[in-house]
């Protein structure tokens, strides 16, 4: 972050310095700079992260949600993070597992079954720096399975009845696992009858 302040005629430091309620540094603020074409990107988001004693990585989670949401629905289409942590290296990983997976998680919407033009505006690309890392490939895998297998379940989840029987789910739970090479295992009414699996078969036809 300093060589992308010193690029941009130290503007976030004189902000910062002078005291401005631009650049707080409080947890969850957002500040969108300008960047006058100093830079390719015409604009730079500083998120505030709170003070260092405080500071949990599932902290991410939150603000950059909050962050991420925001800006897809500023209809911006592309967004580059930059990982600059004073962390351990386990803890840097974690990190960028954590913005991976709440980049998924975040510009998922339950809009399947809503017009087109009432649906919200995506972000087409969503690209994680970290210099200095030698994980960060497997970290961001790591974040990117996460994310997208908790899009999947919220996508389920609500999914009707009507379009969603038990039989549909254990068919696309079928093709799941089979795509990422689990075993899977489906239970007839027979056999949760055995089982006494009364509370599953109250509400399942």
Not at 35 to 43: E, F
Not at 54 to 70: A, D, H, V
Not at 90 to 96: G, K, R, Y
Request: charged share 20%; proline share 3%; hydrophobic share 40%.
């Amino acid at each position: 972050i300093l060589d992308l302040d010193k690029r941009l005629n130290n503007l976030i430091a004189n902000l910062a310095r002078i005291g401005s309620s631009e650049i707080s540094g409080k947890s969850g603020t957002m500040s969108v700079l300008h960047t006058n074409s100093l830079i390719a990107s015409p604009r730079v988001v500083v998120i505030g992260l709170g003070s260092r004693a405080k500071f949990k990585l599932n902290s991410l989670r939150i603000i950059l949600g909050k962050t991420i949401r925001l800006l897809r629905d500023a209809d911006l289409k592309s967004i580059s993070i930059a990982v600059h942590f004073t962390l351990s290296e386990p803890d840097q990983s974690e990190a960028v597992s954590i913005v991976t997976e709440t980049a998924q998680t975040s510009m998922w919407e339950p809009d399947t079954y809503k017009l087109q033009a009432d649906r919200k505006s995506q972000i087409e690309t969503f690209t994680v720096a970290n210099q200095g890392n030698p994980e960060i490939g497997a970290a961001i895998e790591t974040g990117k399975i996460v994310g997208e297998s908790m899009n999947l379940t919220r996508t389920l989840v609500n999914e009707p009845a009507n379009a969603l029987p038990p039989a549909a789910m254990a068919e696309r739970a079928k093709l799941m696992a089979a795509d990422v090479g689990l075993g899977c295992e489906i239970l007839d009414e027979d056999i949760m009858y055995r089982h006494n699996m009364g509370g599953i078969l109250s509400v399942s036809v």
